[in-house]
């Protein structure tokens, strides 16, 4: 990540990462995911899915911030994302997505 | 990689999915939308009930884990205020589509409005009326093209954020399918005002509009609204038409108070008969 200033506490945050899932079968290759993923972790498959869809994929796990933006915005609820395990939870991945239990053990 | 359960799970039929909506269609991203709106408003999922009538977008209640009904063609909103009234303590909201809240129910949506009766209606705008065959609706812009446009319509569309206020509802926002956090704020806004709250959600419907308008698949919508959509809160809602590819003012626009329809019921009959009048209901609606 560019920034215009380096922040005085970057050492110390620890940058949040996701644990991608993605439901093959449900997918519909919209391309949604794949469009408006802030980091470009996601792409859409060469080969077909069950229903004959290029479902989307993941290329670049590493990257992904948890921003959960490409869990939201799937039509068809067959994407997302949780923090990844281990993670202390930092206090914007709880404003993300009040009220809902994003952590999992 | 799949073991985890959808985060949705607890208010989506996920035993139903794939759902019936083309790809690329925006109706599930609205989905997606209510069911965070849901979360974020804290509102025990035991007292919200979900109506919605005939058409793509009414297919939204089949969906939903919750007390949800899928009415007659234009007949959600009195079937939601019936239930309002006989079981005053639920949340009622209606989802549907254009076609089905503004054309064949657009007389229930402004008497509803006018009396303020205290459901929210979340209006999914996809310009036609899509289950059927995308026909020309109330919402086609000129000169679309549709089934029975087949020249182009050249009927003035409703612009719907101003229906609403003129009628009289107390909340009124419109976002579309790409602008999922602030529709969810709205939505969630809606869910916990008191009276009549409209939300527009314009959405894509790329195998019927898109399609025989040659614009593209869902994907070229979203980014159609990400080009042309202008966010202006409190704008004059008689400014809020929306021309063919041009640009989508979007926001809040309404957000007022009046009293609701049990709330003017109980002082005029109180008025009237005094402590011989017993207040509707009890809980306060
Ligand atoms: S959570 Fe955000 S960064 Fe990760 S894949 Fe989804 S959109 Fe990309
Ligand atoms: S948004 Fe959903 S349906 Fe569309 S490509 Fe991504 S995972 Fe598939
Ligand atoms: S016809 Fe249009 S509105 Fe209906 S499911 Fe398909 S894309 Fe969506």
């Given at each position: 990540m560019r920034y215009w200033r380096k922040p005085l506490d970057a050492d110390e945050i620890e940058v949040p990462r996701g644990d991608i899932h993605i439901v093959e079968s449900q997918c519909?290759?919209?391309g949604f995911c794949v469009e408006y993923c802030p980091r470009d972790v996601l792409e859409l498959a060469s080969g077909y899915n069950l229903k004959g869809y290029h479902p989307a994929v993941v290329?670049?796990?590493?990257?992904?911030?948890?921003?959960q933006l490409c869990e939201i915005i799937c039509p068809e609820f067959s994407i997302f994302v949780r923090l990844k395990n281990n993670q202390p939870v930092c206090a914007t991945d709880i404003d993300l997505r009040k009220g809902v239990d994003i952590i999992e053990s | 990689m799949n073991e985890a359960a959808h985060p949705m799970e607890s208010i989506l039929?996920?035993?139903?999915?794939?759902?019936?909506?083309?790809?690329?269609?925006g109706i599930g991203t609205v989905v997606t939308a209510f069911a965070m709106a849901l979360q974020q408003a804290?509102?025990?999922?035991?007292?919200i009930a979900v109506v919605s009538g005939i058409g793509c977008s009414g297919r939204v209640a089949g969906y939903?884990?919750?007390?949800?009904f899928h009415t007659t063609h234009g007949r959600a909103i009195p079937f939601a205020t019936g239930l309002k009234l006989a079981n005053p303590e639920l949340t009622v909201v209606v989802i549907s589509g254009d076609g089905d809240l503004?054309?064949?129910?657009g007389n229930h949506f402004i008497h509803a409005a006018r009396r303020n009766v205290d459901i929210k209606v979340f209006c999914i705008n996809n310009f036609n009326y899509a289950m059927t065959g995308g026909q020309l609706g109330p919402?086609?812009?000129?000169p679309a093209i549709t089934t029975t446009s087949p020249y182009g319509a050249f009927e003035n569309p409703f612009n719907l954020p101003f229906l609403a206020e003129g009628s009289g509802a107390v909340y009124v926002a419109r976002w579309t399918a790409l602008h999922i956090r602030r529709l969810t704020k709205s939505m969630t806004e809606a869910l916990l005002k008191k009276g009549f709250s409209f939300v527009e959600i314009i959405a894509p419907c790329p195998t019927l509009y898109s399609r025989r308008n040659r614009l593209g698949d869902g994907l070229d919508e979203l980014r159609h609204y990400h080009d042309k959509s202008v966010i202006k809160h409190?704008?004059?809602?008689?400014?809020l038409d929306i021309s063919y590819r041009d640009k989508i003012v979007m926001g809040k626009f309404v957000d007022r108070e009046r009293p609701t329809f049990v709330e003017a019921l109980d002082k005029r009959f109180t008025e009237v008969f005094g402590k011989k009048y017993e207040p509707y209901g009890k809980v306060a609606t």
């Open positions: 519909k290759g919209c290329v670049n796990e590493a990257e992904c911030v948890n921003c | 039929r996920m035993d139903r999915m794939p759902h019936i909506w083309c790809p690329g269609c804290g509102i025990p999922l035991d007292k939903i884990k919750l007390d949800s503004i054309a064949i129910g919402t086609t812009p000129e409190g704008a004059d809602t008689r400014e």
